[in-house]
């Protein structure tokens, strides 16, 4: 099952259409994918064993590029994002894979959707095409084997960065530089589990005005998605609709000799194998 958010209401993208949950249910369920997250699988139920109109009829490829579209959440308590969880992208950055991950967090007004503009704040600012996984019931100290069944669903991320401040302290920090407007595009859709395949086994690319700069697959991470969450809610407890944003492949300008950067007018498209392409342009920022 897809879930996304289109023109403010949760609706259900099917391959004829889309199916606006709130009215199809008479109300039974909310009309924000938010209040949904931790329903999914009721309303899996009610989909598979319903006769359903669509309320409007666009085929997934019109929809992913349709700007109605917003972030698949937009109220979590929480966003994680994984520093240099891929091996060779901790090569390109001259450092070794970690040994435990490297944790920072995106701020939740950085939040955006599949076709949102960003205007750049820098001359230096990044991409960095991400798998990111929402959470969907509360997990504190899970066991990695258990840790999948707490995953709501799957969807593309891309953590823009602004390498200026996110280099500008000593040590670096990285919280701000990732958290400009817009910086943290979320879709097109969520892709629930059981219409998932492995993740730890998906085709992740990130493409510049069509010049391919990260092709790469999740298994290239240090630490899985299953992993990851384990690590995390043995501090924190994860709740339902928190974002974990799993790390960037390899592949991101400050990685190339000499670094490539964004600059206005340039079109970054991020697709991951089976769950959608975003596609952002950059534009020049305003004062």
């Given at each position: 099952?897809?879930?996304?958010t289109?023109?403010?209401?949760?609706?259900?993208?099917?391959?004829d259409?889309?199916?606006?949950?709130?009215?199809?249910?008479g109300?039974?369920f909310?009309?924000?994918?938010?209040?949904?997250?931790?329903?999914?699988?009721?309303?899996?139920?009610w989909?598979?064993t319903?006769d359903?109109?669509l309320?409007?009829?666009?085929?997934?490829d019109v929809?992913?590029?349709?700007p109605?579209?917003?972030?698949?959440v937009s109220?979590?308590?929480?966003?994680?994002?994984i520093g240099?969880n891929?091996?060779?992208?901790?090569?390109?950055?001259?450092?070794?894979p970690?040994?435990s991950?490297?944790?920072f967090?995106?701020?939740a007004?950085?939040?955006?959707g599949?076709?949102?503009s960003?205007?750049?704040?820098?001359?230096?600012t990044?991409?960095?095409?991400?798998?990111?996984?929402?959470?969907?019931a509360?997990?504190?100290?899970v066991?990695?084997g258990d840790?999948?069944?707490?995953?709501?669903?799957?969807?593309?991320?891309?953590?823009?960065?602004d390498?200026d401040?996110?280099?500008?302290?000593?040590?670096?920090?990285?919280?701000?530089?990732?958290?400009h407007?817009n910086?943290s595009?979320?879709?097109?859709?969520?892709t629930?589990?059981?219409?998932?395949?492995?993740?730890?086994?998906?085709?992740?690319?990130?493409?510049?005005n069509?010049?391919r700069y990260?092709?790469?697959?999740?298994?290239d991470?240090?630490?899985?998605?299953a992993?990851?969450?384990?690590?995390?809610?043995?501090?924190?407890?994860?709740?339902?609709?928190?974002?974990?944003?799993?790390g960037?492949p390899?592949?991101v300008?400050?990685?190339?000799?000499p670094?490539?950067?964004l600059?206005?007018?340039?079109?970054?498209?991020?697709?991951?194998?089976?769950?959608?392409?975003?596609?952002?342009?950059?534009?020049r920022?305003?004062v």
């Amino acid at each position: 099952m897809r879930i996304a958010t289109f023109d403010q209401r949760a609706v259900i993208v099917t391959d004829d259409g889309l199916i606006d949950i709130a009215s199809a249910s008479g109300g039974r369920f909310s009309s924000s994918t938010d209040d949904l997250i931790s329903r999914l699988d009721e309303v899996g139920e009610w989909y598979v064993t319903t006769d359903l109109d669509l309320s409007l009829e666009l085929t997934p490829d019109v929809v992913a590029r349709d700007p109605r579209l917003g972030p698949v959440v937009s109220r979590p308590s929480q966003i994680f994002g994984i520093g240099l969880n891929y091996r060779r992208h901790a090569i390109e950055m001259g450092m070794t894979p970690p040994t435990s991950p490297l944790v920072f967090t995106k701020f939740a007004s950085s939040l955006a959707g599949a076709n949102a503009s960003v205007a750049l704040p820098s001359p230096h600012t990044d991409w960095e095409a991400e798998l990111v996984v929402v959470m969907g019931a509360r997990a504190r100290r899970v066991a990695p084997g258990d840790a999948l069944h707490y995953v709501a669903g799957y969807c593309v991320g891309q953590d823009f960065s602004d390498r200026d401040l996110q280099m500008s302290g000593n040590p670096p920090q990285f919280s701000l530089g990732k958290s400009h407007e817009n910086f943290s595009p979320l879709g097109p859709w969520l892709t629930t589990p059981d219409a998932c395949d492995e993740p730890g086994d998906l085709l992740i690319t990130c493409d510049v005005n069509d010049v391919r700069y990260q092709d790469s697959s999740t298994q290239d991470m240090v630490m899985d998605v299953a992993g990851l969450i384990a690590y995390l809610s043995a501090v924190c407890e994860i709740r339902p609709g928190d974002v974990i944003f799993t790390g960037s492949p390899a592949g991101v300008g400050q990685g190339h000799t000499p670094p490539v950067f964004l600059a206005p007018g340039d079109v970054v498209t991020s697709t991951i194998g089976g769950l959608g392409s975003l596609r952002n342009v950059m534009t020049r920022a305003t004062v």
